[in-house]
């Protein structure tokens, strides 16, 4: 039986492809602050499902947690990051810029660098990590969020980019780039080609099995992330 780790399983995107996993056949660890929503989860599925309570801002924790599921499992072929927090915050307050950091930049790094050890220890693995189309540009409402999520895409490039020295090249790196997805993450009101949660899910659980590099959920997105890409900042400046 194939194994995987969903970090940031008790709602949104992490639940919903902990499901889709799970009916696929995997036996899969749960992480999450909300010990309630990952022991319903567990109960759905009482056999596949192993339950560990983790507040990735805590980064001391994440190591801990990361080597009791290692251990129980012993070797892991899929490792999703899907943890995350993201704020409107345009007067820049500090406990808000903090958390971001902790979450979305401390405990996410901590997080990817134990799983790229792993896989090239193990020489195979698959480590997909939850960005956001966010990651592309800046923005005046939610900077610390939108940079964040930058820092992911180059971290998680820099990490495909490493895995030249794996010999087995059998380590794959995937970054999912979501635009606006029905989610609580979801930042603002009327936003902009929402997809429903079970759409997107899909997609992104698509692919994740086919190992792309980059996909942005839902597709469409692709053409938003190409704009974006080519519009200079003076102009970014003048129309948000």
């Known amino acids: ?41 567990k109960a759905a599925y009482p ?10 801002q805590q980064v001391e924790d994440v190591e801990k947690v990361f080597n009791e599921i290692v251990t ?24 808000l810029l903090q958390q971001t950091v902790l979450t979305n930049v401390l405990g996410v790094t901590k997080l990817y660098s134990l799983a790229y050890i792993l896989f090239k220890k193990q020489q195979f693995g698959h480590l997909v990590g939850i960005t956001s ?29 490493k895995t030249k020295s794996i010999k087995s090249k059998k380590v794959f790196i995937s970054e999912i780039r979501p635009g606006f997805v029905d ?19 899909k997609q992104i659980y698509s692919a994740i099995k086919k190992k792309k590099r980059v996909a942005y959920i839902t597709k469409r997105w692709a053409i ?17």
Do not use: C, H
Request: net charge positive; hydrophobic share 45%; aromatic share 10%.
């Open 133 to 161: 189309i966010a990651s592309i540009r800046g923005n005046r409402a939610a900077p610390d969020y939108f940079s964040s999520k930058a820092y992911q895409k180059a971290f998680l490039e820099s990490l495909y980019i």
């Open 47 to 56: 056999t596949q499902i192993l339950v560990k309570q983790n507040d990735i």
């Open 183 to 201: 989610t609580a993450m979801a930042l603002g009101d009327n936003l902009f080609w929402m997809a429903p949660l079970d759409k997107a899910t």
């Open 72 to 95: 129980e499992f012993e070797t892991i072929d899929l490792i999703i990051q899907s943890s995350g927090v993201g704020y409107v915050n345009p007067k820049l307050d500090w406990k």
């Open 1 to 41: 039986m194939k194994t995987a780790i969903v970090f940031g399983a008790t709602s949104g995107i992490g639940k919903s492809l902990t499901e889709l996993l799970v009916k696929d056949g995997y036996k899969v660890a749960i992480t999450g602050r909300r010990l309630e929503q990952l022991q319903e989860l």
């Open 224 to 240: 938003i992330a190409f704009v974006l890409k080519i519009v200079p900042a003076w102009l970014l400046k003048k129309l948000t």
